[in-house]
């Protein structure tokens, strides 16, 4: 522990915690939210109720995160009916997609909602703990989210999600297991959605892939961001990497702020880019994904979808950091440009 530091407090909840609480009124009634704070600034809140997911962000009182118009939604509000997403969905810092469907609505013996059901369901055997290792204190999370169907799949999720007491980084390894007896085609993607003022005209995009493809006739700029347009469509890229580790990152110039994401491609191969410039709507997702941007039907079709095989785990690292000032965004900015120049 760090002694000198202590002497100068009574209690290190001070300057770092977490705080947990339920909400009181409006759509999000009852739902249990764990808030993490730290001395660095870094402040964001875990939603054990939605997937473990976290749903706002902030650094030094900057908001890093996309809220929607629906705001933070009780899980108890979800419909798979199709049509119903956009009236329910609730943006955030992360959203995760799957462990069924990711995209589009689709039908495939069986109904399979927009981007499927895991952030809608609460975990269970949720805990936090903070403790002292060596000289810097820890904040965690930990839980499980089981994705179940009678007579069918069995998919669970154990998550665990830190930072410490100095800290600019959140680090999450997420624990997938298929508890059945069969092998089980699954898709994942972890949604990381990005709004202002983080997300402004003076806003740029990079990632370490090799190749953008265009998956719609008006997606035509993936690196520059712009103001909000009345009427805007989305535009959405698939990123294609050859490194070891993936990365992207979001910066603005005008704030010399940023955020990156990294994430090891041996289980999530892609990256999709949401560039949403619409006025109300306006949101940059960077998303480390197992798929092309299909839906599962497509992805089936298509003899492209990932499979878990029965009794089997796959362990995913994932962190997000943020980067403060123009030497940490250049940094970034050249590693990125390193991992581009890298093959496997």
């Known amino acids: 522990m760090d002694i000198k530091l ?8 001070q300057l770092a915690g977490i705080r947990e609480t339920l909400l009181l009124r409006g759509r999000g009634e009852q739902v249990h939210i764990a808030e993490f704070y730290n001395a660095a600034g870094l402040r964001f809140s875990v939603v054990p109720d939605r997937g473990m997911d976290i749903y706002d962000l902030s650094y030094k009182g900057v908001n890093f995160s996309f809220q929607s118009k629906n705001g933070l939604t009780s899980p108890q509000a979800f419909d798979a009916e199709e049509g119903t997403f956009a009236e329910q969905w609730s943006g955030g810092m992360l959203v995760t997609c799957g462990l069924d469907n990711v995209g589009e609505y689709c039908e495939n013996k069986g109904v399979y909602p927009v981007h499927g059901r895991y952030s809608f369901i609460p975990a269970k055997n949720f805990g936090t703990e903070t403790y002292w290792e060596n000289e810097d204190y820890i904040l965690r999370a930990q839980g499980e989210v089981h994705q179940t169907k009678m007579y069918g799949r069995h998919l669970s999720n154990r998550r665990r999600i830190e930072t410490g007491l100095w800290s600019k980084t959140i680090k999450i390894h997420d624990i997938i297991t298929n508890f059945e007896a069969e ?21 740029f995009v990079k990632v ?13 700029e993936p690196t520059k961001m712009k103001l909000p347009v009345d009427g805007a469509e989305e535009e959405l890229f698939l990123h294609r990497s050859r490194s070891e580790v993936g990365m992207g990152m979001l910066w603005n110039e005008h704030l010399h702020l940023g955020a990156y994401v ?14 949403m410039m619409k006025s109300h709507d306006y949101v940059l997702a ?36 943020i980067l403060d000032g123009e030497k940490e965004i250049n940094r970034c900015r050249e590693k990125i440009e390193k991992m581009q120049g890298e093959r496997n």
């Open 208 to 220: 370490s892939s090799q190749q953008v493809e265009s998956q719609n006739d008006h997606s035509t």
């Open 262 to 275: 990294k994430y090891d491609r041996a289980h999530l191969p892609q990256m999709m880019e949401w560039k």
């Open 183 to 203: 092998d089980e085609p699954f898709m994942l993607l972890y949604h990381w959605n990005f709004g202002y003022p983080l997300l402004d005209e003076d806003s």
């Open 286 to 321: 960077l998303e480390p994904c197992n798929t092309r941007g299909w839906n599962r039907a497509e992805a089936l079709e298509k003899d492209a979808i990932a499979v878990l095989p029965a009794y089997s785990s796959i362990e995913i690292e994932l962190e997000m950091g």
């Open 6 to 13: 202590l002497k100068k407090i009574g209690n290190v909840d």
